[in-house]
Nanobody, 122 residues
């Protein structure tokens, strides 16, 4: 099991930007991929973006394409989600997750961070 630690998030007005970061607390990440999910109370958790740790493959959900950028820094052991032009519907609890074995970016993830709140006001 991998311990994931998130940082970033906060509150911003619509059109603004925020950055989320995720790292492992117990040494370098050695799995296949990391991803960001988000959840609004009363709704299902939604996949937002994912990246293979090699950097070869990246996936975004349609609603964030062109506005969000996922990246990873292997040397820093860090994954980042840069969120630009945020919309009020982006208000949610954002979770970092990892996939230790190779299943594919849109498939099941293994470990989860604690969640960071993002609030976008109109």
């Amino acid at each position: 099991q991998v311990a994931l630690v998130e940082s970033g998030g906060g509150q911003v007005q619509a059109g603004g930007s925020l950055t989320l970061s995720c790292t492992t607390s117990d040494g370098p990440f050695k799995g296949y991929a990391m991803a960001w999910f988000r959840q609004v109370p009363g709704k299902e958790r939604e996949s937002v973006a994912a990246i293979a740790w090699t950097g070869i493959s990246i996936w975004y959900t349609d609603s964030v394409k062109g506005r969000f950028t996922i990246s990873r820094d292997v040397a820093a052991n860090m994954m980042t989600l840069q969120m630009n032009n945020l919309l009020p519907e982006g208000t949610a609890l954002y979770y970092c997750a990892d996939q230790t074995l190779h299943r594919g970016l849109i498939f099941e993830y293994d470990d989860w961070g604690q969640g960071n709140k993002v609030t976008v006001s109109s």
